[in-house]
T-cell receptor, first 113, second 115 residues
Framework: GNSVTQMEGPVTLSEEAFLTINCTYT??????LFWYVQYPGEGLQLLLK?????DKGSNKGFEATYRKETTSFHLEKGSVQVSDSAVYFC????????????FGAGTTVTVRA | DAGVIQSPRHEVTEMGQEVTLRCKPI?????LFWYRQTMMRGLELLIY????????DSGMPEDRFSAKMPNASFSTLKIQPSEPRDSAVYFC?????????????FGPGTRLTVL
C-alpha cells in the first residue's frame, strides 16, 4: 500500500536559516505528491504539489522536487521566518482518480527570532 | 467561499455520553473526508464519502463511531458512547472531482475532550 515517511521533529531554527524536511514515499504507479502546512490552531492547508517525476512545486519560498529515482519529495526553504513556524505534512495520492491522501507523521518546525 | 465549516469548535463531554460532530463541505465539492489527529497517532483518515456515499470506512476505529452524509452539504461523525481515548482534534475536509490535483480543503477542526 501507499505510505509516506518524513523526518521526525521537532526542528528548531533561527530566523533566516535554511530548512530541509525529508520525505520519502512508497507507492505503486505514478502518485501525486503534496506538502501541507498546519499553523497553530488551524486545519491543514496545501502548501505545494507535484504530479509527475522531476516536477518542482513551489509556494511562499518553499520548494520540493518530485524525485522518482529516490522516491523522495524533500521540502526546502532558503531563509525561514518566524511566521513559518508550523507543522508540515508530506502526503501522496495514488493518481488522478484517487482522492484519498496518505499523510506522513508531520514535522513540527519552530523558528526563533 | 466560506470554506469547510465545522461545529462545534470545542467539545468537552463526560465518558459515556454521545458526541456529534458536524461538517459542511465547500459547495460543489463531491468528496468529504473525516480525519482524527492525536499526538500519539498523528493524522488518521477515518472515513470518506463520494457523492454522499461512504467509500472507505476502514479507518473507523470501532463500532462506537459512525458517520453519515444525508446530503451534499452536511455530514456528521457520531461517537456513542464516548471514551477518554477518543479525545483528539477531528478534521473534516472536502475536495472536488476534477479539481486541482486532488487538493483537499480542511476545516478548522473540532477539539474533543472526553473526561
Amino acid at each position: 500500500g501507499n505510505s509516506v515517511t518524513q523526518m521526525e521533529g521537532p526542528v528548531t531554527l533561527s530566523e533566516e536559516a535554511f530548512l530541509t524536511i525529508n520525505c520519502t514515499y512508497t507507492a505503486t504507479g505514478y502518485p501525486s505528491l503534496f506538502w501541507y502546512v498546519q499553523y497553530p490552531g488551524e486545519g491543514l492547508q496545501l502548501l505545494l504539489k507535484a504530479t509527475k517525476a522531476d516536477d518542482k512545486g513551489s509556494n511562499k519560498g518553499f520548494e520540493a522536487t518530485y524525485r522518482k529515482e529516490t522516491t523522495s519529495f524533500h521540502l526546502e526553504k532558503g531563509s525561514v521566518q518566524v511566521s513559518d513556524s508550523a507543522v508540515y505534512f508530506c502526503a501522496l495520492s495514488s493518481g488522478s482518480n484517487d482522492y484519498k491522501l496518505s499523510f506522513g507523521a508531520g514535522t513540527t518546525v519552530t523558528v526563533r527570532a | 467561499d466560506a470554506g469547510v465549516i465545522q461545529s462545534p469548535r470545542h467539545e468537552v463531554t463526560e465518558m459515556g455520553q454521545e458526541v456529534t460532530l458536524r461538517c459542511k463541505p465547500i459547495s460543489g465539492h463531491d468528496y468529504l473526508f473525516w480525519y482524527r489527529q492525536t499526538m500519539m497517532r498523528g493524522l488518521e483518515l477515518l472515513i470518506y464519502f463520494n457523492n454522499n456515499v461512504p467509500i472507505d470506512d476502514s479507518g473507523m476505529p470501532e463500532d462506537r463511531f459512525s458517520a453519515k452524509m444525508p446530503n451534499a452539504s452536511f455530514s456528521t461523525l457520531k461517537i456513542q458512547p464516548s471514551e477518554p481515548r477518543d479525545s483528539a482534534v477531528y478534521f473534516c475536509a472536502s475536495s472536488q472531482t476534477g479539481g486541482s490535483y486532488n487538493e483537499q480543503f480542511f476545516g478548522p477542526g473540532t477539539r474533543l475532550t472526553v473526561l
